[in-house]
RNA sequence: GCGUGGGUAGUCUAGCGGUAUGACACAGGCCUUCCAAGCCUGUUGCGCGGGUUCGACUCCCGCCCCACGCACCA
């Protein structure tokens, strides 16, 4: 159980997180990584590469840029339908959606119109603010998306990009060229995208800059699910709450094929099961903390069709908290690029001819490094982070037991050859459980420590973060002890 | 953006119209044969700007930032 404050304060106090610019008294939705945050990044990152990317020789990494001009985020729609008009009351302040006013007053739907329209509207209603009956101001459309002025003239309209997909998009068919013709074909970024998010809350929870991590499978509706073994999901039960059960607490267990009998694709299905298998066996996420939430349709963007938040259960937000989705966006994207560019985006593949779709698995990286902090924070007599092993910031702590004697030259030594290899931490300050203490804050799995046995050639011992238990083990079998404990093959409860 | 509460060292905290308390952490030293021991020494702070005042961390105003609720989150 931690709470917001204590996952903020070990962060800070243990270079993780924490808000950028506190010099200058912050910048509200931006955040800072330290060293050890962002090594636990890169480990996490190496942790998604390995699973989505390991499903399929035919899914790869990419990276773009994060500006994009104006035309190609008309095509995907951001620049008209990512945009609020907002109403703000002259009495009080409060602002609206322009749109949601008028339907409130007339019961029907205002989607599209310009802010004089919505301003005329208004008039001829004879709307006024909801709140306290003041005189509502003029509409101005809200854009979540940051504007930039490219070049000297700054003609040329351009916006950071709000999500890393378009990204893959503007880049399918140089790839599909690249990657000889064949679907399904996967792109993947891990980059920053950019909201002008209207209020940033909850630390790196809602955050004007932030991190995804995106893979776009590219696929012919009427052949992928036969190149998927579905067979081998179709009993895993899979975490899901329907939308009309999204503000109750916990999920329900249905086997992937019983979903499927639920009209879910089987493919859409089989990557449920995949991105499941990485959150509980991957990250050891709590089974009951995860789950997928149906959205229904006034609630998912109007591309997608069929669309799941992977949620995780945390202490410090609250609870069930969206860290991803798993997304349906069918061929919008591509025909969006196609009628705007002009230039055709579908291909001939397996003797038929179409623009292909996509299903979308998208991550929020700051999110998720967030939710491992809060579910592996634990305080007993001091604080211990247990991460799985593989996603802790330092792998190793190596210490020798007192300062004398010849044991800091020898712990020295062994640390000099251990982190040729491994992210290693050498401490010599303070007492050796105020070291292990400091381990234990960040994660470090395990540490080694050199004692006066080892200088009579019997071996270091290898002490547990979770259990505090040792073992002593030979100094040549080291190395190859440590891989086979990261690797999970062997544990300390024997 | 609205409302409520808040902002004192790396973290957590005490306090007052006369520039600040303590704990932990951190650094150096002594000691130490395995889990934040002890002793000595040391570094670091009143979110920013303006006003009132002889003097503001303290009172007033504006701003910034944070949490919570509302709204927002194609």
């Known amino acids: 159980m931690a709470s917001y404050d ?21 910048f509200a939705g931006f955040y800072d990584y330290g060293h050890n945050g962002v090594l636990m990044r890169r480990r996490w990152e190496d942790l998604w590469i390995e699973t989505f990317l390991g499903l399929s020789d035919d899914y790869h990494l990419i990276d773009t840029t994060t500006i ?30 322009g749109d949601q006013l008028l339907e409130a007053a007339t019961h029907e739907e205002h989607e599209g119109l310009t802010p004089a329209e919505i301003d005329a509207r208004i008039r001829d209603l ?91 499978i590219f696929f012919d509706p ?11 999901v179709a009993s895993t039960p899979i975490r899901i709450a329907w939308a009309t059960e999204k503000n109750q607490p916990g999920a329900h267990d249905i086997a992937a094929k019983d979903l499927v009998a639920r009209d879910l694709p ?14 509980l066996d991957g990250l050891q996420v709590p089974r009951d ?21 992977i949620q995780v259960k945390q202490e410090s ?5 969206e860290v991803g989705g798993v997304h349906y966006r069918t061929d919008h994207d591509l025909k969006g690029h196609e009628a705007m560019s002009h230039l055709k985006q579908s291909v001939t593949f397996g003797g038929s001819k179409l623009i292909p779709h996509v299903l979308e698995l998208s991550f929020g990286v700051d999110r998720n490094i967030w939710t491992l902090l809060d579910l592996s924070y634990s305080k007993g007599e001091r604080v211990v982070l247990r991460l799985p092993p593989r996603i802790a910031p330092v792998t190793v702590g190596v210490f020798p037991l007192v300062n004398k004697d010849g044991l800091p030259e020898k712990a020295e030594a062994l640390h000099a050859n251990l982190r040729k290899r491994l992210t290693v931490s050498y401490d010599e300050s303070g007492s050796i459980g105020r070291r292990y203490a400091r381990m234990d804050e960040i994660g470090t799995p395990f540490s080694v420590t050199v004692d006066h046995e080892t200088l009579e050639g019997k071996g270091v011992t290898v002490r547990e973060r979770d259990s505090q238990k040792q073992i002593r083990v030979k100094e040549a079998d080291l190395t190859d002890t440590l891989d086979r404990l990261l690797a999970g093959e062997v544990t300390f409860g024997a």
Not at 79 to 86: A, P
Not at 317 to 321: A, E, Y
Request: with cysteine; aromatic share 14%; net charge positive.
């Open 222 to 232: 009427a052949t992928f699910a036969d190149g998927l073994r579905f067979d081998a």
């Open 68 to 97: 994009l001009p104006e035309p190609a985020l008309k095509a995907s729609g951001h620049v008209d339908h990512f945009t609020d008009i907002l109403v703000t009351c002259t009495r009080c302040g409060e602002s609206y959606r």
């Open 266 to 279: 089987p493919w859409y299905v089989y990557h449920l099961a995949a991105v499941q298998r990485f959150y």
């Open 289 to 309: 903390a995860f789950r997928f939430a149906e959205l229904d349709e006034k609630e998912r963007a109007f591309y997608n069709k069929i669309h799941f938040d």
């Open 6 to 26: 204590d996952v903020m304060s070990l962060s800070v106090r243990r270079g993780f997180l924490w808000p950028a610019v506190d010099l200058y008294g912050g």
């Open 317 to 321: 937000l609250g609870g069930f908290k």
């Open 126 to 216: 004879k709307i006024r603010c909801p709140n306290c009956k003041g005189e509502l101001g003029p509409a101005r459309p809200f854009n979540m998306m940051f504007p930039l002025e490219v070049g000297p003239t700054g003609k040329d309209r351009a916006y950071l990009r709000p999500e890393t997909a378009q990204g893959v998009y503007l880049n399918f068919k140089r790839e599909f060229e690249a990657l000889r013709r064949r679907l399904p074909l996967g792109l993947a970024i891990i980059g920053r995208a950019y909201r002008n998010e209207i209020s940033p809350r909850q630390g790196a929870y809602r955050m004007r800059e932030f991190l995804q991590a995106e893979l776009q």
